[in-house]
């Protein structure tokens, strides 16, 4: 190839991004074979407006906007409310074996900090079957669907650009977990160039723009992009459409103790007629340093703890007793589908976050590979719940932290949401479930029950009168028998 495409030019000196080909005469041509292919793929105008929206809400600043707690008729608890619990789990497992419920999951993320190069839904807690992330959350749904009769649940696992094909893998080795292979779907999470503080994209090789993940939030982009080149027309959200998915429930992998396709949650954003929903847990005490979910003027938002005065981290609701902003956020979400592809429209309302980095970058003209020593360039990032504000039919779920929250976050001895506090909090999970079945488990003992056999607790009456005294791990009634 000896010149650039014209059209493509126009595009890109249309967008004031041309200094991108100034290298081109002297590229070889595998390498110019390869900027072409990048360039045309990228939305070079989108990248524009999406600095310009960022650059715009950063000047302004946080909104003025007066923040309040969640109104009532958004809000509610199953904590002390078994009759609402019972009643949204019906309406949920309904919706489910109706084929009409899809799960997503966040699994973009590395085991960095717990000292894996690993996808961190590889990662075993050490739990006494020494299973993964991935297959405790493949159990649950493979559980939740037998309670509601068999019906399939796809499951619609986000990777990143370098945990996409350690993930495929993983689920391939493990034979998907027992999963229809079907039924998972892998898509990636985008990325956008890096640039320069005015705008301007940059170079990580003379025949290659230097890109980031585009956040959390670019799962709303991603759900709209091609699931194989070869079938441009497939995207995750024309698949959820083609099996006749309506809701959809979103997490992310880090949290050993979530209930998938939460048939609880799920029935409450439906009776709710929600486009939108979050679950969430109390703040441990007034000051803890966690996002919170809020009214900001008449908009839903996950308002940051730094932006709650003293007094309002320590107001009381009068009518319950507890903290009016206690909606402790744990990226753990239900959509409609609808909803979901509505977010195309309203994207360039929505503004990125800024990050100052120090990028490093090949310059133009000269050439040179620059690693700079202070922040020289600007990466994107946006985040699940910057669609908040955008809708009006929201509804928040409040759940017991010790039944639904245990992150992993740190490495191992770090003391708090590390993987011996996940496997602490799931071995009492499942002790608390015995016990009130009516059995006793010894002091001490280890004694995991898997998925297979119970999703939430229920289906454990024939425990009754038994004493569990050894350590181990049962995926079924008869296993369990064996650990008295």
Same mark, same amino acid.
């Given at each position: ?9 126009? &595009? ?108 961190? %839904? ?38 990143? %650009? ?71 027309? &497939? ?80 107001e009381i609701d009068p009518a319950t007793g507890e903290l009016a902003f206690r909606a402790a956020n744990i990226v753990n979400h239900f959509y409609t ?63 017991? &932290? ?10 191992? %001895? ?71």
């Amino acid at each position: 190839m000896s010149a650039v495409p014209v059209d493509l030019l126009k &595009r890109y000196e249309a967008a004031g991004q041309e200094h991108l080909l100034h290298f081109f005469p002297k590229l070889s041509s595998s390498e110019q074979e390869e900027l072409i292919a990048q360039l045309s793929a990228l939305d070079v105008e989108r990248v524009n407006r999406v600095f310009k929206t960022a650059i715009e809400y950063e000047k302004a600043g946080t909104s003025s906007a007066a923040i309040n707690p969640l109104p009532a008729s958004a809000f509610e608890t199953i904590i002390g409310a078994p009759a609402k619990e019972a009643t949204w789990r019906e309406t949920g497992l309904k919706a489910i074996a109706a084929g009409k419920v899809g799960v997503l999951l966040m699994a973009g993320g590395q085991g960095t900090r717990l000292g894996s190069s690993d996808p961190k %839904g590889c990662y075993d807690i050490g739990m006494p079957s020494h299973k993964s992330l991935f297959q405790y959350q493949a159990e649950r749904i493979a559980s939740v669907s037998r309670l509601a009769g068999g019906s399939s649940i796809p499951w619609y696992v986000m990777t990143s %650009g370098p945990t996409r094909k350690p993930t495929e893998a993983f689920f391939k080795k493990n034979n998907f977990f027992g999963l229809p292979k079907r039924n998972v779907i892998f898509f990636e999470q985008g990325t956008l160039p890096c640039l320069t503080m005015d705008g301007k994209i940059l170079l990580d090789k003379p025949h290659s723009i230097s890109v980031a993940p585009d956040g959390n939030g670019g799962l709303y982009a991603a759900l709209r992009s091609p699931l194989s080149p070869s079938d441009p027309k &497939r995207t995750p959200l024309s698949d959820m459409a083609s099996r006749g998915i309506t809701y959809i429930h979103t997490y992310g992998v880090d949290n050993c103790l979530v209930r998938v396709a939460d048939p609880v949650f799920i029935g409450y954003s439906i009776s709710k007629g929600a486009a939108c929903g979050a679950k969430v847990v109390r703040k441990a005490y007034p000051t803890e340093s966690v996002g919170v979910i809020a009214m900001r003027g008449d908009k839903f938002s996950v308002v940051e703890y730094s932006e709650i005065t003293e007094a309002q981290a320590n107001e009381i609701d009068p009518a319950t007793g507890e903290l009016a902003f206690r909606a402790a956020n744990i990226v753990n979400h239900f959509y409609t589908r609808e909803f979901l592809e509505s977010i195309e429209s309203i994207e360039d309302q929505m503004a990125f976050h800024i990050a100052r980095k120090k990028i490093p970058n090949v310059e133009v003209p000269s050439g040179e590979f620059v690693k700079p020593a202070k922040p020289n360039g600007i990466k994107m990032e946006l985040f699940v719940f910057d669609v908040f504000p955008f809708t009006q039919k929201m509804a928040v779920l409040e759940v017991p &932290r010790q039944e639904e929250f245990s992150p992993l976050k740190n490495a191992p %001895g770090t003391g708090v949401d590390d993987p011996q506090t996940s496997k602490r909090d799931l071995l009492a999970q499942q002790k608390r479930w015995l016990e009130g079945a009516g059995a006793n488990v010894a002091e001490g003992a280890e004694v995991e029950v898997g998925p297979n056999v119970t999703y939430a607790g229920e289906g454990l009456d024939g425990v009754k009168g038994w004493i569990f005294t050894k350590n181990g791990a049962a995926d079924t009634m008869e296993a369990l028998h064996l650990l008295q």
